[in-house]
């Protein structure tokens, strides 16, 4: 349906530390969302932005010796940038410091107070700054050094400080009737299993206000204490359309979000304590998460201290930007953890886009060229192999769609160059080069099919690649308003008689440095 709302959005960002390829990892699968809900006519919100409050930052503000403020407004800059340097096409980018943030999120914490699920009282016990979550002793175990650690290889602190309390104990029936009457709430299952089996063990109420430091934002008429940073965080979604104004134009439209993309360490805080925290101020909870794997570099995960950081701007520089965005959404299952690799990379590259997609669209074109004047021939009658090719490369697009939605893009890829190499059995088979001496009319029919193939695989492939999607219809002189998918199945395609500029490889072969030596 034309014009549906599409909301959707990326985890905020921890400032304290510079984005590495994880991050740009989470973006551009939303990123590919959101274009393709555009391309599809629908009416997407697209927010990323940044995490600044909490103690990490802090620390991590006075370790680089600056107030925590021009800490974040400095470290920030860093996730902007990226978000051009991949090509997001992001509608909004949050801060948690702003003053919208700051005032929605105070008015969301009155009304979760005076609807009676807030009390003061004491946190002691284990707190990992790294996760910014508080741990039960059960949950513990210890490192090669003997230090008490979190599940996910935190340190551990233990903390004893006044402290505001969520009842979330009293929202386990409620979550559990929210997950099973919303069987696609949570993605992948696996991941939804696991949530809902945390659920039926039990919650303990959440201590969600912090004492013993300062950076954050204070409890309305209790400025002694901060709130718990995930609270304040999660609420960024809501504060990017316009809460606490839930009659506003934009909350109406957009809220609940459609997706909210997570990796999966950051699961637990999306599907079950905000769900809880918006139900506790009447609020309707998203309609889904999904909590895709890690991209581990050399089978680890990247971490700093690792020394294993690849950032998005390396592989960028080394590859090129949507060989890049093809590659990570390609090469691991979304949904898995996955290596990234410099052959892999190259595989990618020099396979599926310079010989498949790169090398059908240029020796097409070159031909077309080369023996039809330039322009788009003129076809005669086509045959059943014609218009089988054709109907392929439309009707792929409801798988792809499929797909998307399940947030499986390497099967929705997948999907499109099955094409791709129907299309290149196409060329073998109609030989067309042989058709220029004994049947140029075929040859121009088989020409012109072709081209009209190409058209349709680059309106699919725009998401992913945007610039070279948009060379390649540049290429064939396709309109910018004939690039929808709307446009896709859309008859007469390419334009019989069009001039087509001179072709020049959208693909170009990585040559490795080593090899080539
Ligand atoms: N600030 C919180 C999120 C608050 S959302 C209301 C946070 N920030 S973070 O900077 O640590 O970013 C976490 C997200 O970055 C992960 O959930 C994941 O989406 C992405 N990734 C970080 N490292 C990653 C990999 N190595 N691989 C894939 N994604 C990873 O948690």
Request: charged share 25%; with cysteine.
């Given at each position: 349906m034309a014009d549906q709302p599409y909301y959707l959005t990326t985890p905020i960002y921890y400032v304290n530390d510079k984005p590495h390829i994880g991050h740009a990892y989470t973006t551009l699968a939303c990123d590919v969302l959101a274009r393709f809900h555009r391309l599809d006519g629908d009416d997407v919100h697209f927010l990323t932005g940044t995490d600044e409050h909490g103690q990490k930052v802090e620390k991590s503000a006075q370790a680089a010796g600056v107030d925590p403020q021009a800490f974040t407004d400095q470290v920030s800059q860093n996730f902007r940038r990226l978000a051009e340097d991949m090509n997001y096409s992001n509608d909004d980018f949050i801060r948690t410091t702003e003053p919208r943030h700051i005032e929605a999120t105070q008015a969301l914490w009155r009304k979760i107070r005076d609807n009676g699920h807030i009390y003061l009282g004491h946190y002691e016990g284990w707190y990992a700054v790294r996760d910014e979550a508080f741990y039960a002793e059960s949950e513990l175990t210890k490192d090669d050094n003997g230090n008490k650690v979190a599940p996910s290889g935190a340190e551990v602190e233990w903390v004893k400080e006044p402290s505001y309390f969520f009842d979330l104990s009293k929202w386990q029936q409620p979550l559990l009737d929210y997950y099973d009457a919303n069987p696609d709430f949570i993605g992948p299952d696996t991941r939804r299993n696991e949530v809902v089996s945390f659920v039926a063990g039990g919650l303990d109420d959440l201590s969600v206000s912090r004492t013993s430091f300062k950076w954050g934002i204070p409890v309305p008429d209790d400025p002694e204490h901060i709130m718990y940073v995930w609270l304040d965080a999660l609420n960024n979604y809501q504060t990017a359309v316009g809460y606490p104004d839930t009659e506003s134009s934009l909350y109406s439209k957009y809220?609940?979000?459609d997706l909210h993309m997570v990796g999966k360490d950051i699961l637990r805080f999306h599907a079950v304590y905000w769900p809880a925290f918006l139900m506790a101020a009447d609020l309707a909870p998203p309609k889904r998460v999904y909590a895709h794997g890690w991209l581990l570099n050399r089978g680890e995960k990247m971490s700093k201290s690792l020394g294993n950081v690849v950032t998005a701007g390396d592989l960028v520089d080394r590859y090129g930007l949507d060989p890049v965005r093809y590659y990570l959404l390609r090469e691991v299952p979304f949904g898995q953890d996955g290596y990234i690799s410099h052959e892999t990379m190259v595989g990618r590259i020099n396979s599926d886009l310079a010989n498949d997609l790169g090398n059908l669209a240029q020796r097409v074109l070159s031909m077309i060229v080369k023996n039809c004047d330039a322009k788009v021939p003129q076809p005669q009658a086509l045959t059943a192999d014609d218009t089988t090719i054709i109907a392929a490369a439309t009707d792929v697009l409801a798988a792809v769609r499929g797909e998307f939605e399940r947030q499986a893009f390497h099967r929705g890829l997948e999907a499109i160059w099955k094409i791709v190499g129907d299309a290149n059995r196409y060329v073998d088979a109609q030989a067309p080069w042989e058709l220029r001496k004994t049947d140029p009319e075929r040859m121009a029919t088989v020409l012109f099919v072709l081209a009209d193939v190409i058209r349709r695989l680059a309106i699919l492939v725009q998401p992913i690649m945007p610039d070279a999607a948009s060379a390649m219809l540049d290429q064939l002189a396709i309109a910018e308003d004939d690039r929808t998918f709307a446009a896709l199945?859309?008859?007469?395609?390419?334009?019989?008689?069009a001039e087509l500029p001179k072709p020049s490889p959208v693909f170009p072969r990585y040559v490795d440095d080593e090899t080539a030596a």
């Amino acid at each position: 349906m034309a014009d549906q709302p599409y909301y959707l959005t990326t985890p905020i960002y921890y400032v304290n530390d510079k984005p590495h390829i994880g991050h740009a990892y989470t973006t551009l699968a939303c990123d590919v969302l959101a274009r393709f809900h555009r391309l599809d006519g629908d009416d997407v919100h697209f927010l990323t932005g940044t995490d600044e409050h909490g103690q990490k930052v802090e620390k991590s503000a006075q370790a680089a010796g600056v107030d925590p403020q021009a800490f974040t407004d400095q470290v920030s800059q860093n996730f902007r940038r990226l978000a051009e340097d991949m090509n997001y096409s992001n509608d909004d980018f949050i801060r948690t410091t702003e003053p919208r943030h700051i005032e929605a999120t105070q008015a969301l914490w009155r009304k979760i107070r005076d609807n009676g699920h807030i009390y003061l009282g004491h946190y002691e016990g284990w707190y990992a700054v790294r996760d910014e979550a508080f741990y039960a002793e059960s949950e513990l175990t210890k490192d090669d050094n003997g230090n008490k650690v979190a599940p996910s290889g935190a340190e551990v602190e233990w903390v004893k400080e006044p402290s505001y309390f969520f009842d979330l104990s009293k929202w386990q029936q409620p979550l559990l009737d929210y997950y099973d009457a919303n069987p696609d709430f949570i993605g992948p299952d696996t991941r939804r299993n696991e949530v809902v089996s945390f659920v039926a063990g039990g919650l303990d109420d959440l201590s969600v206000s912090r004492t013993s430091f300062k950076w954050g934002i204070p409890v309305p008429d209790d400025p002694e204490h901060i709130m718990y940073v995930w609270l304040d965080a999660l609420n960024n979604y809501q504060t990017a359309v316009g809460y606490p104004d839930t009659e506003s134009s934009l909350y109406s439209k957009y809220w609940p979000a459609d997706l909210h993309m997570v990796g999966k360490d950051i699961l637990r805080f999306h599907a079950v304590y905000w769900p809880a925290f918006l139900m506790a101020a009447d609020l309707a909870p998203p309609k889904r998460v999904y909590a895709h794997g890690w991209l581990l570099n050399r089978g680890e995960k990247m971490s700093k201290s690792l020394g294993n950081v690849v950032t998005a701007g390396d592989l960028v520089d080394r590859y090129g930007l949507d060989p890049v965005r093809y590659y990570l959404l390609r090469e691991v299952p979304f949904g898995q953890d996955g290596y990234i690799s410099h052959e892999t990379m190259v595989g990618r590259i020099n396979s599926d886009l310079a010989n498949d997609l790169g090398n059908l669209a240029q020796r097409v074109l070159s031909m077309i060229v080369k023996n039809c004047d330039a322009k788009v021939p003129q076809p005669q009658a086509l045959t059943a192999d014609d218009t089988t090719i054709i109907a392929a490369a439309t009707d792929v697009l409801a798988a792809v769609r499929g797909e998307f939605e399940r947030q499986a893009f390497h099967r929705g890829l997948e999907a499109i160059w099955k094409i791709v190499g129907d299309a290149n059995r196409y060329v073998d088979a109609q030989a067309p080069w042989e058709l220029r001496k004994t049947d140029p009319e075929r040859m121009a029919t088989v020409l012109f099919v072709l081209a009209d193939v190409i058209r349709r695989l680059a309106i699919l492939v725009q998401p992913i690649m945007p610039d070279a999607a948009s060379a390649m219809l540049d290429q064939l002189a396709i309109a910018e308003d004939d690039r929808t998918f709307a446009a896709l199945g859309a008859d007469p395609a390419v334009v019989p008689g069009a001039e087509l500029p001179k072709p020049s490889p959208v693909f170009p072969r990585y040559v490795d440095d080593e090899t080539a030596a």
